[in-house]
């Protein structure tokens, strides 16, 4: 493989006497943090050198993590990759460690002691930090408190462990039988490209395989997921928050506001997905569809195989609408190895982006010249842009963005990508897969995952109310949702009651929302970057440039965003129903 498809990463370190050197500067830091403990409130010189010192560590920290990281990723085999980054994870907890006693400390002395301290101007790039310890005073308990609580927290995950490992491990689903009667294995991995088989047989057998296991021991996952449910409801009283939803929602740098207005307004445009259903069937010749029917694809075409350097100015010509700017650090980071491009043995799975502070952000990818990889490049890369405009214009502790917002400027790459190749394509058979594509992405992040987020909010509410929730409830609450969002034309097949059972985001606790918050956001921005409106890449790029440094709802409102609006919402409707309605005249036509 050629140098310039791979990452370099003596950008990172020139050889190993520089790592261990850095190695060793770190240790030297960890010292000089732990030095600072107790002395926080004395005056804001302390606290000034504190978070200095916690900058340069942080940063070198990031260089020291991304270089173990990215060794071991390119190879997993390799055992010097493995001892390295092993080696590094220890010194990674050992830096946590020794800046633990920050937060607790800081929440410590007096808001008046604090308004001070943040009249000096050496404090304002570390603001944010501080005021953010200052709004969670209220929900930080006492000292004796706290440590019994951090002594349960293993015991307190052990329902999401016993969870994964049940039925990750101990799940062995009946087979499927093909139409020649060959004799096909059955996995939770498989379950989807089962269920987008052509053949109804297959998609039927596997959607009744897998829920089969469910069934059989829905009253186990029942009693691990309402003891994760209770553990939310107590440990969010105990820290005086409203709700186990105020207190989540707080923790995203979001309200229960958001929540519920996602929910209201979704609640609104249903019929959208109605209509989706209904020409799903029509495209499968039925009056209506089954649940195992929703997710094959009548529009796909054969894949076309796309070369690199092809699918590099693809993304560089779709992209175009950001600007001149933003499209030649793209082109810089394609010829500057900020990308380890092709798949190889032993190489890690999967896409990833990090942004290293002081460097640029680097790509793992693992191309094989398919055209969903030309989007896993623009998805990744809208990561990276985030990254660097953010490590560009911020200090690190501030160049971190929140879950919130972590999502939106890779999906806006891959809305610009997908509007590109819909306008560009001339054949009306591919134009209506790459619709029907999109139509896809966005009912699957914003419709399904907001039924997720109906269903919890459900759950922990009569939780709340001191409700006694049985399996047969909690079936009973997922299957009226499931009626409520597919409509008159899916038959809502009795196994679907059991699909809230294998969903281990909800483990995760009010997780699920911020998927579809956040393309509906990329939706929006997408949609005013495309109709050209003025200075409005500007004020995106802008916003991508703050990282962290504001909070999130603050963030988004900068790009005409505001998640508390039903109009927002309302927006992202609008764009599926023109894309629903463009697939609809081009089947007609």
Known sequence: MENKYNWDLTEIFENDEALENSISELYSLIGKIKQFKGKLANNVDEMFNCFK???K??????????????????????QDAIKLY???????????????????????????????????????????MVRDIMKEKKHILSEEVEQVLAK???????SENTYDIFTNTEFEYPSIVDEEGFEHKMSSAMFSQYLMSKSESIRKQAFESMYSLYKKHINTITELYLSRVKQKVISSKLRNYESSLDAATNHDDSNVKVYETLLK???????????????????????????????????????????YEDAKQTVLEALAPMGEEYV??????????????????????????????????????????????????????????????????????????????????STVNEILLANYL????????????????????????????????????????????????????LNDIYFELVKKYFGE?????????????????????????????????????????????????????????????????????????????EETYDEAFRYFEKNLNELKKLIEA
């Not at 020794?98 to 007096?110: H, N, Q, V």
């Not at 560009?424 to 619709?435: F, P, T, V």
């Open 422 to 473: 819909i306008n560009k394509e001339n054949d009306n058979k591919k134009k209506m897969a790459l619709i029907n594509e999109q139509l896809d992405m966005i009912r699957s992040t914003l419709i399904r995952q907001s039924m997720f987020a109906e269903f919890e909010k459900d759950v922990h509410g009569k939780i709340e109310a001191g409700e006694s929730l049985t399996s047969d409830n």
């Open 86 to 128: 092993k080696r590094i994870e220890t010194l990674t907890t050992e830096f946590s460690e020794a800046e633990s006693f920050m937060s607790p400390e800081i929440s410590k002395i007096s808001d008046e002691q604090l308004e001070e301290y943040l009249k000096d101007d050496r404090m304002k790039e570390y603001e944010k």
């Open 152 to 158: 349960y927290s293993e015991i307190f995950s052990s």
């Open 265 to 307: 307004e979704l609640n609104k445009n249903l019929y959208l997905n109605h209509e989706y259903i209904k020409l799903k069937a029509k495209l499968l010749n039925k009056e209506q569809v089954h649940m195992y029917d929703v997710y094959v694809n009548t529009l796909d075409v054969e894949d076309t195989k796309i070369e």
């Open 489 to 565: 034309s899916c038959i809502i097949d009795e196994p679907i009651k059991y699909e809230w059972a294998r969903i281990p985001h909800f483990y995760r606790c009010f997780y699920v929302y911020k998927y579809a918050t956040g393309i509906t956001s990329a939706i929006v921005i997408a949609s005013k970057i495309l109709a050209g409106e003025p200075g409005y890449v500007e004020k995106y790029i802008n916003m991508l440039s703050q990282g962290g440094a504001k909070d999130s709802l603050t963030l988004l409102r900068m790009v005409d965003v505001d998640l508390e609006k």
């Open 53 to 55: 010192t916690l900058e």
């Open 57 to 78: 560590a942080l940063e070198l920290q990031e260089k020291i993590y991304a270089y173990a990281m990215f060794k071991y990723h390119q190879d997993m085999s390799n």
């Open 328 to 409: 030649n650090t793209l082109k810089h980071a394609f010829e500057n190895n900020w990308l380890d491009v092709y798949t190889n043995d032993n190489k890690m799975s999967g896409a990833y982006s990090m942004g290293v502070h002081t460097l640029h952000p680097f790509v793992l990818l693992n191309y094989i010249n398919s055209s969903r990889d030309v989007s896993t490049i623009a998805h990744e890369l809208g990561h990276s842009m985030h990254s660097f405009y953010a490590s560009k214009n911020q200090n690190i502790i501030n160049a971190n963005y929140t879950i919130m917002v972590a999502e939106v400027a």
